[in-house]
């Protein structure tokens, strides 16, 4: 067990420090979200203000040339840089500058594919970040804000900003640690506490209590449901899900969420007791506006994954931290895990949870997502 924990603990922080940075990059990506500006403090010392490309107007531009004191330019991810038709970039992430500069509608061209986007027309320079600069980190925050991965930036180097935290209380902005971007899924993940339990009897059992798990920072609920009374000294039937509001709610044929959410609890139920962790991970990670914006990719003919990479985003996005974090408050370190997909098997591996066995986890396809589940099979290896 100590050695699990060991690994569990992949990232060191005074524990005085997690709540200030949780909560810096917590109100950074409200302001992301709202279309305001941010500015992002990198790690090699540089620093520069940040804004959400597909918010972004022609005077936020220049609010942006304004504060900084310098052009703005695009930030986006290697893979929709390759999308885009430029060289295979070696680092994840690509700063764009054009001439003339960039404006509002060439932002959204670039950054969005379903926007129409000549880049024939644009006299484009690219560079790449490294690996732990404002740049990169500017990305990350828009991933957590769950929008297009991409911003607009500027850098900020008026002498006046050498004491950046000053300069922006001065200017009214917000200001966060790259390093703090970088560590927040982990350090959110870390700090998952129930805060709210109840007995819920569902229509395939109901023997059932469904456990809400809460950051520190009050960010996004995980949740544990529980069936039967699993026993802690042997392995837990287990179901890793991630959240799907058009599959599992609304009963959607693209996927087979719904399928796989309501099987795996009719399954443990059958067994006598096991545990779903339902996980704030929408979309394979990337969020429901991101996701309905790669299923009009998909109606033009590109593939689950493709899709999500048209994006700018990875083929899948998810941690697994948030689900052994959950395991091991529960008291499970050892799992039976219902999953077709080995990448969950090694991720929570790696997290210090023990998978004694993967049981298969499969149901039959119909006409809208027979492409989607082949090309999981195909693409991602799932064990279909």
């Not at 005077?59 to 991810?77: D, H, I, M, V, Y």
């Not at 991101?290 to 033009?300: E, M, P, T, V």
């Not at 941690?319 to 929570?348: C, E």
């Not at 591996?349 to 195909?378: I, M, W």
Request: aromatic share 4%.
């Amino acid at each position: 067990m100590t050695d699990r924990r060991r690994n569990f603990e992949v990232i060191s922080m005074p524990a005085t420090r997690e709540p200030v940075s949780l909560l810096s990059v917590d109100r950074a990506v409200s302001e992301l979200r709202r279309g305001r500006m941010v500015a992002i403090q990198g790690g090699d010392g540089n620093a520069l203000l940040a804004q959400a490309a597909e918010g972004v107007t022609d005077r936020g531009l220049g609010e942006l040339e304004k504060f900084s004191g310098n052009a703005p330019f695009l930030a986006l991810t290697a893979r929709r840089a390759m999308v885009l038709g430029f060289a295979r970039p070696k680092g994840k992430i690509v700063t764009i500058n054009t001439n003339p500069p960039i404006t509002a509608a060439s932002v959204l061209e670039l950054c969005d594919p379903l926007a129409e986007c000549d880049v024939s027309k644009l006299d484009i320079s690219t560079s790449e970040t490294s690996a732990y600069d404002s740049a990169r980190a500017a990305v990350s925050l828009a991933k957590l804000a769950r929008l297009l991965p991409a911003v607009a930036c500027a850098s900020i180097t008026a002498d006046e900003a050498d004491d950046l935290a000053q300069w922006c209380v001065r200017r009214n902005m917000l200001m966060v640690d790259a390093g703090d971007i970088f560590q927040y899924e982990n350090v959110s993940a870390r700090t998952l506490r129930p805060v709210s339990e109840a007995r819920v009897p569902l229509e395939e059992t109901e023997n059932c209590r469904i456990i809400a798990f809460r950051p520190s920072d009050g960010g996004l609920e995980h949740l544990a449901i529980v069936i039967g009374e699993p026993d802690k000294d042997a392995p837990v039937l287990a179901r890793l899900h991630s959240e799907c509001f058009t599959g599992d709610l609304l009963g959607s044929l693209r996927c087979d969420c719904g399928d796989q959410l309501r099987g795996a609890i009719a399954e443990i139920s059958a067994r006598g007791a096991g545990v779903l962790l339902y996980l704030a991970q929408e979309g394979r990670g990337i969020g429901l506006v991101n996701k309905l914006r790669a299923y009009a990719l998909q109606d033009l003919g590109f593939d689950t994954l493709d899709a999500n990479e048209q994006l700018g985003f990875d083929a899948d996005e998810r941690i697994y931290l948030p689900a052994a974090r959950m395991l091991s408050l529960l008291g499970f370190n050892q799992v039976q895990l219902m999953t077709n997909n080995p990448v969950k098997v090694d991720a929570l591996g790696k997290c210090g949870v023990d998978v004694v066995e993967r049981v298969q986890h499969s149901f039959p396809t119909n006409k809208h997502n027979e492409l989607y589940l082949e090309t999981k099979k195909a693409k991602s290896g799932h064990l279909l």
